[in-house]
């Protein structure tokens, strides 16, 4: 994670322009599918964050009730010291009790087993201990799954391309131990790396990191087949940098398992700068296909959860995708921009449901058409809708057939709820 920064000062936006009309018809696909959605979620970390979340704090983060965030991915600390991994238990417990998948992170190998890094990374692990840190992750696994915590994945490390405060890897190093001893992991599926940022190859300042680990892998017939799936983190990343065809077709999900959107400097209620969440999620599930979405602490001052408990602004924003898009949906095809910045993603369920997730971060209203475009009949609309003055208000939508229409305030997220 980077850095958390000092504050700073930002412009409110206008409230609002008269109500216009978007320039076309959003139509939904459902017979185009894309990505199966594992879930959205947060980081869990009592030993930074300074103490556990609560009994309440954990039912609001991963109940689906009202006022609760739904979320169904946590990701924990695989501590280097095994005489601690008990602190990453009782959260741990609660999320897998309530459904949720429990995957965890390394950021350093056991300290008998690292050694200094001189290339910009605070540890090393030399490969003659590559044996010993698979027994590490694969007794990590087997400690979780005795608590009662059947863990989903452990990844190789966080961040090896942004190491000076944790543990480097070059790309070739991280090839080698899925290669060639991640196989000796057995408690749980594996994940590759987690990269810093979803950087280009061909990025100047990409020297040994970004997507290069995972082009290694997909070149490496031994180490795709010991690697169940992907994971990367989203600092930085551009739109443009977020599509990854190689990846997105090699047959394995890919998780976005660490962000924080806009900043760590500012409130998270504050707004509309809050708008960038949704709008990264959407990115990430539209031109990424990202199987999952997982933001850093889970409580934090910037973060989902304040630290007084309550869901902020930017937890909101995730909620317009967490609560309604659940494991197991499949993203499917609909118009993406129907007018410039606002942003359209669908999904459907084996219920019959669409859910419709609609971004406007414009200062314009809009009336906002949605067709079902595979011709499906509509049995009923349900919005919830967040904004600078609502969070997740409730209402019915009139529909006619195969479509409906909804107004879009400027600077909001709808999500709707489409019965077929």
Not at 152 to 160: D, F, G, K, L, T
Not at 318 to 334: E, H, L, N, T, W
Request: proline residues 5%.
């Amino acid at each position: 994670v980077m850095p958390e920064s000092e504050p700073s000062v930002y412009a409110v936006m206008p409230e609002s322009e008269p109500s216009v009309y978007a320039a076309d018809t959003v139509v939904v696909n459902t017979g185009k599918e894309y990505q199966t959605i594992d879930g959205f979620g947060g980081m869990n970390h009592p030993e930074w964050m300074g103490s556990d979340l609560t009994d309440a704090q954990r039912q609001k983060a991963f109940g689906n009730g009202e006022d609760e965030l739904g979320l169904t991915i946590l990701r924990i600390f695989v501590n280097p010291d095994s005489n601690q991994w008990n602190k990453a238990v009782p959260t741990a417990k609660f999320a897998a009790q309530h459904g949720a998948k429990v995957f965890a992170s390394p950021w350093e190998p056991p300290s008998n087993l690292a050694e200094s890094d001189s290339n910009g990374g605070k540890l090393h692990l030399p490969k003659s201990n590559y044996t010993a840190y698979a027994q590490h992750l694969n007794n990590f696994g087997t400690y979780m799954k005795n608590q009662g915590v059947d863990l989903y994945a452990i990844s190789v490390q966080n961040e090896p391309d942004y190491a000076s405060e944790w543990t480097r890897w070059s790309t070739d190093e991280t090839t080698d131990f899925l290669a060639n001893y991640a196989d000796k992991i057995t408690s749980t599926r594996v994940m590759s790396p987690e990269s810093f940022q979803y950087a280009p190859e061909t990025a100047s300042w990409v020297a040994d990191g970004g997507k290069k680990y995972y082009t290694k892998i997909l070149n490496n017939q031994k180490a795709f087949a010991n690697c169940d799936l992907f994971g990367t983190h989203f600092y930085g990343t551009q739109r443009a940098w977020m599509d990854f065809p190689a990846l997105e077709s090699c047959g394995k999900p890919i998780w976005m398992t660490e962000v924080y959107v806009p900043n760590s400097s500012s409130d998270a209620d504050t707004w509309p700068e809050a708008l960038d969440v949704a709008e990264n999620i959407h990115n990430g599930m539209t031109v990424g296909n990202m199987s999952a979405y997982v933001w850093w602490y889970i409580r934090r001052s910037y973060g989902p959860m304040k630290e007084n408990g309550n869901i902020s602004k930017r937890g909101y924003m995730m909620a317009q995708y967490s609560k309604f898009v659940r494991p197991g949906d499949v993203r499917i095809d609909a118009t993406e921009q129907p007018t410039q910045n606002v942003f359209v993603s669908a999904y459907k369920n084996d219920a019959d449901q669409v859910t419709i997730v609609a971004v406007n971060k414009t200062t314009s209203e809009y009336n906002q058409s949605f067709s079902m475009g595979s011709g499906e009949s509509i049995s009923g609309v349900t919005r919830y809708r967040s904004s600078g003055s609502e969070n997740l208000a409730k209402s019915e939508i009139s529909f006619n057939g195969t479509g409906f229409a909804a107004q879009l305030p400027a600077q909001s997220v709808s999500t709707f709820v489409v019965d077929l």
